[in-house]
């Protein structure tokens, strides 16, 4: 998990920062650790941190072997995990399911951290992934947010514009970037008024933000 994190060029402090960890490869890892009690285990089935396996009856951990990112609230509180697998297995993300706490539709992975930035916050820009937020934020560039295995909502951009007033989307230079896009600028439009700015930057063909920050630096 730290080779991995390192050849992703994220430092130590940035780890630290990001509350970055590892959920360890195992079935029950979590399920031993946390549900001694039936109300544990009621509420770590609630909010997708365990699942239940009919055939056996049984219970595993939802996230394993899997680089884990917090998402915090607005207020910075924990509340949903998303994870990476450490090589090219499918699904590469996984995130934790919606509950009473979690609404993918409304939440932005790194608004919180944004906020939080010495620098004083004028814009936000959104990107597709974690590593693409938290390599934006430790480029010194603390502006960058994601969305949670969904599309950008309406709802999401309304909520941008209550702390800032501009909104820059910068997805992958490829056509599914392109796709996304378009999509956020449908979603864009019904949110847009006097005072307010929308626009889109298109980055080459083999770059994210991630990886155009590595081969040209933050300027």
Known sequence: ALTYLQKRGLDAATCKQWRIGYAPAGWDNLFKALADTPEKQALLLEVGLIAHQEQ??????ALRDRIIFPIRDSRGRVIAFGGRVLDDSKPKYLNSPESAIFRKGEELYGFYE?????????????VEGYVDVIAVHQAGLPFAVATLGTATSTI????????????????????????AAWRALESALPALKEGVSANFLFLPNDHDPDSLIKAEGAT
């Open 56 to 61: 056996r009856n049984s219970y595993y951990d």
């Open 156 to 179: 999401h951009i309304e909520r941008i514009f209550k702390s800032v007033s501009e909104v820059v989307f910068c997805f992958d230079g490829d056509n599914a970037g392109r796709k």
């Open 114 to 126: 944004s906020k939080q930035a010495k620098q004083s916050l004028t814009k936000i820009m959104v």
